[in-house]
């Protein structure tokens, strides 16, 4: 049973730093697309970044570019999305999201999908 527990969410100011984990099992963590999306209240999920299966590739939407930054241990079988400079629009609830293909950006390549940790940003 594939399992994604993220943590590390919680409240911060803005301009502050939060960094988020995301703990698989159940699944050749290695041979998996890693992604962070995001769904803020009232709003559709949104891409957030991507990262390919060895680590040397990263994808991220524009407004979080030079801001948020995502990584994996394959040995840890965790992803991480570190974060700074955040900003109020950054509230939501925070999803990692396993996917058997290429690097992808839309939710629809991920097949596994964890709980959700939520990251609030107060002004």
């Known amino acids: 049973q594939v399992q994604l527990v993220e943590s590390g969410g919680g409240t911060v100011q803005a301009g502050g730093s939060l960094s988020l984990s995301c703990a698989a099992s159940g699944l050749t963590f290695s041979h998996y697309t890693l992604g962070w999306f995001r769904q803020a209240p009232g709003k559709e999920r949104e891409f957030v970044a991507a990262i390919s299966c060895s680590g040397g590739n990263t994808i991220s939407v524009d407004s979080v570019e030079g801001r948020f930054t995502i990584t994996r241990d394959n040995a840890k079988t965790t992803v991480y999305l570190q974060m700074i400079s955040l900003k109020p629009e950054d509230t939501a609830v925070y999803y990692c999201?396993?996917?058997?293909?290429?690097?992808?950006?839309?939710?629809?390549?991920?097949?596994?999908w964890g709980q959700g940790t939520q990251v609030t940003v107060s002004s």
């Open positions: 999201a396993a996917g058997g293909g290429t690097i992808a950006s839309v939710g629809a390549a991920y097949a596994y």
